[in-house]
């Protein structure tokens, strides 16, 4: 079944530590996107990206990065880890001219 | 980005019984409405989506309302189910230079308990 695959699925780590949490998807979709969840606080978008060449910041850029390998790989970085980063992080993807997002599983964060 | 209020938080109901959720948001250049439905420990999943050409879609026991002028648009829910029980999220796109994004309100938890 096309897809799309995070890696870690959960990850713990200490303040300070780089991380990268990976999504690849096999849906042949364009748009990729990295949500961040918090309990009360919703779906809050991190970064999007249309193609290989455009990155664009979402409402809670701070603290992140991300890299757009290949049109089906999207990287979100935290170059140094703080507590407040923990979360549930999802990666979506979607396709010009069509409504729907397609999220992966998730990946649970914890920064001690 | 795009302001999106989302209420109730919470909301119990009795099976049978049926449920409202609803949403506003704040830029009249919004274009597409979509409901997403995420179980415990499960993926968020398009449920009914509806574009701004068009007031109600419906899909067996869900429907979905828009009213473009009050800016704000509506889930319901008939004929609740346990299984409808999840946290549901409305979400709106918000047009930037580089195209859209989706933003989502925070979330309802709903309970239908048998």
């Known amino acids: 079944d096309a897809d799309v695959t995070q890696t870690p699925r959960n990850r713990i780590t200490k303040t300070g530590k780089r991380i990268m949490l990976e999504c690849s998807q096999t849906k042949g979709h364009d748009r990729m996107y990295w949500y961040r ?14 193609d290989v060449k455009d990155i664009n910041k979402g409402e809670i850029s701070d603290g992140y990065s991300v890299s757009r390998q290949a049109q089906a790989k999207f990287s979100l970085s935290l ?23 397609f999220f992966g599983e998730g990946s649970r964060l914890t920064v001690l | ?33 979509p409901w997403y439905k995420q179980e415990l420990g499960k993926r968020p999943q398009l449920i009914i989506d509806i574009r701004s050409n068009v007031g109600e879609k419906k899909d067996q026991r869900i429907a979905v309302t828009l009213n473009k002028t009050a800016k704000h ?28 994004a989706l933003n989502f309100g925070k979330g309802t938890s709903l309970l239908v308990t048998p």
């Open chain 1, 37 to 50: 969840q918090d309990p009360g606080l919703g779906l809050r978008l991190i970064y999007y990206s249309f």
């Open chain 1, 79 to 101: 170059e140094s880890a703080i507590p407040n980063q923990t979360a549930l992080y999802f990666c979506a993807t979607g396709v010009l001219g069509a409504g729907e997002l």
């Open chain 2, 1 to 33: 980005g795009e302001n999106v209020e989302q209420h109730p938080s919470t909301l119990s109901v009795q099976e049978g019984d049926s449920a409202v959720i609803k949403c506003t948001y704040s830029d009249s250049a919004s274009n597409y409405f």
């Open chain 2, 73 to 100: 648009f509506s889930l319901h829910i008939t004929e609740t189910q346990p299984e409808d029980s999840a946290v549901y999220f409305c979400a709106v796109t918000s047009n930037s230079n580089s195209g859209y």
